[in-house]
Each structure stands twice: as C-alpha cells, then as structure tokens.
C-alpha cells in the first residue's frame, strides 16, 4: 500500500453529516494520482474521493496554414513528456491567422504547462510556433470591478446598477448619462470615464505600467483609447564612437594660405563647408569590426567544392529526416556521410601536400632570399 505523509487542512465545509476535507498535495502530479488511489482504496464505498487538478490555456501563434489538431495535440504531449494515451490535453479551436498562418488555443494541466512555457516556443510539424499563457480577466457583476467574481466579492453592490455609469434604473445599452468608472471611484480616484482593463504581453509589463484612463476623444470606432505610462528604469547611456582627427594633417590642411581665404570670405555657409571639408579630409579611417577570414594556406578550390557538397547532402539528410523520420533517409544518410569521408581525407592530403612543399622551399632556398 503507498504510504506518505501529506498536510492535511481543516473541514473546508459540513453540509449536514457530510464532511469535505482538502489534502494538498505540492510535489508533481505522479505523487497526487499516487495518494488519490490509495484514499480511494482505503476508503472504498463510504466516501467519494475526486482530484483537483487545475488547467491553463495556452495560446499557439505562428502555426503552417495547413496544421490540424492532432499535429498541436501531439507537440504538446511530446514537449512535456506525457505518454500517447494521455488525454489531459484539449485543443479548443486551430483558427486561420493573419499571413496565411493559423493560431491554436489548447488546454492543459498546469504543471505541464509550466514546463512548455519556460521554453516559449514549441516545435509543431516544421516550425517553431511562440506559445505563452492564454490570460483570461475575471470580472464582478456586483460590484462592477476587475480581478475576482460575484462569489468573492467584498465591495458594494451595484447588481441593479448600469456598468457604464454606475446608476439604477436603466442598463448599459440605454445609458445616456456621462460615464464613471466603478472600479476608480471604489480607490477614490478620476472617475470621469469608462470602465476598462487593460492586459498585456507579459506580467512584468503590467507591474511597470501606471497611471492608466479611458480618453473620451472620438475614434469612429465602438472603442476607446486608453493612455498609460511605462516604468522602464534608467536608460543606459550610448556611447557613440565618433571618428578621431589626425591633428598632425588638420595643421597641414589649414595652411595660413587656407585660413586668410577663409576670413576674407563674406558668406558665412561658404566658411562653414570650408573648414567642414577640412576636417573630414583629416579623419582616420575607421576600422570595421567584419573583417573578412582569410583562409588557411592549404585551402584550395577542391577542397571548397567539396565542403559544398558536404554540407548540402547533410542538410538534406538532416531536413527528411525530421520530416519522415530516420528509418525514411537511410540513402541521405549514406550520401551525407561518404561525403563528409571524402572532405575530411582531400583536408589531410591538401595538409600533406602543404607541408612537402615548405619542406622542398626550405631545403632549395634555406635562408629564403629572393
């Protein structure tokens, strides 16, 4: 019989002689299917043991115009390593997107989503889909504020309320009264607009964001904008790299031929180009930072021709294989190796041969004089 402690907490409530306790399991879902047979076993008939197992949505963008549920269903088990027969996971919808691409919404439990978002991205059939958690925002129809729900609200009741302008009597399709804001009148603050919320990207773009309204400006559209401000901290300061001037050939350039030509000139842009052709002309080159490789000294056309080679039938067999699996590339394989052969052995004679011909300089011309 599996056997563990585990924390119990208090009755959470008694209905009659009935009696629901919690027992909280936190390390991994093999652990609560484990404790879950177990209770069941010993309990038997005299009690119903059911698990609480909590699910996220999770958003899939960037998906081939062509990918079907299966092949999201089936990323999904392999990224977070459930078996075939697992059936935790529920694709919601596959939807055409922008681009001709298509967008999944999936649902999954929670300590198996914590493993895919981590990584952020997905591999689903040929490309790499951004996959991040579907955020849903709660709202209260009683007391018209954001963030909980009717069953746990503590605020005051506007149930017979219109959401638009907080009054009884008349409801939001009908409301002709200027707007206020429920939510900022309960925090006393400018309540002279609409309600709304905002969601963003991710939670650490929501804790830098202040100071947020609804703007009352037309937009030809059923929609307002809202205004807000983002924290983004200190800005690091760019050091821009300007290009130093050669001193020694700015005193050269300015002769004193140069400088009473210039004074006695009465426009003032002519003066101004005069002196600006002057300093550039007395700039050091800037040095690149893409300097090109130079080749090793052994390096010769063939040997060029047949690294191509080499790593083209790689490729393909690197590219079927992912498509059709290893057992479909057995010919690519082959190719791909013998080729890698051929360029590692033409490497070893072009060293070789590299090597002889120093050999025979040093022994015709030892001192090496022209």
Known sequence: ????????????????????????????????????????????????????????????????????????????????GLTPNDASIRIKNVRPAPNGTKRATASMRSSDAVKILKEGHIQIGLVW???????????????????????????????????????????????????????????????????????????????????????DEVTLTDHYYLSYEVDIGTQRQINIKTPKIDVQRLGTALTPETLQLISNCADADRIALALTQAVLTCREPERSGNRTRRSVHWWSPEVSALRRNANHLRRVYQRKKKRLGPDACVREETDAKKAKRELISAIESAKEAAWNRLCDQVQSDTWGLP
């Open 129 to 215: 889909a951004k996959i991040r958690l579907h955020l849903i925002t709660k709202r209260c129809f009683r007391c018209l504020d954001y963030g909980h729900s009717r069953f746990k609200c503590t605020g005051p009741d506007r149930t017979e309320a219109c959401s638009l302008c907080t009054s009884a009597g008349h409801k939001a399709a009908e409301c002709k009264n200027p707007p206020k804001c429920a939510s900022c009148e309960d925090i006393e603050a400018p309540k002279d607009h609409y309600p709304g919320n905002l969601t963003f990207a991710t939670p650490r773009i929501a804790q830098k964001t202040k100071d947020w309204i609804v703007l």
């Open 1 to 80: 019989m599996w056997k563990e402690r585990v924390p119990v907490s208090p009755p959470l409530r008694k209905v009659g002689r009935n009696v629901e306790v919690l027992v909280r399991v936190t390390r991994g879902e093999e652990r609560r299917a484990n404790l879950e047979s177990a209770i069941k076993e010993a309990l038997g008939t005299r009690a119903t043991v059911r698990g609480l197992i909590k699910y996220d949505d999770l958003d899939i963008t960037g998906l081939v115009g062509v990918t079907t549920e299966n092949e999201v269903s089936n990323a999904l088990m392999k990224a977070a």
